[in-house]
Nanobody, 119 residues
Framework: QVQLVESGGGLVQAGGSLRLSCAAS????????MGWYRQAPGKQRELVAD???????NYADSVKGRFTISRDNAKNTVYLQMNSLKPEDTAVYYC?????????????WGQGAQVTVSS
């Protein structure tokens, strides 16, 4: 079994900051790309940012310059530092990781963390 456990969501005023963490645990051989997605009410889930094992990063245009993704491979953990938050960043944020347990890589998801930004 593999689990992704998220932490760090909450309520913040516009302009504030939050940091999300996501730790993978269980029967893990290796982890490839890790990332964060978000889903606002009535909208589709969208990629926020992802990071490869070589720490190459990719960001949605809407968060570039405000959010920073990082990872600690020794801890199987990915982070999302969110600065200059806006009300439109309000969503449930989901951690994603491409994990190899045996022979193949599969996608795993966290339970979701609510981020609410008030104006």
């Amino acid at each position: 079994q593999v689990q992704l456990v998220e932490s760090g969501g909450g309520l913040v005023q516009a302009g504030g900051s939050l940091r999300l963490s996501c730790a993978a645990s269980g029967s893990i051989f290796s982890i490839n790309t890790m990332g964060w997605y978000r889903q606002a009410p009535g909208k589709q889930r969208e990629l926020v940012a992802d990071i490869t094992t070589g720490e190459r990063t990719n960001y949605a245009d809407s968060v570039k310059g405000r959010f920073t993704i990082s990872r600690d491979n020794a801890k199987n953990t990915v982070y999302l530092q969110m600065n200059s938050l806006k009300p439109e960043d309000t969503a449930v944020y989901y951690c994603n990781a491409r994990i190899r347990r045996l022979l193949t890589y599969d996608d795993y998801w966290g339970q979701g963390a609510q981020v609410t930004v008030s104006s």
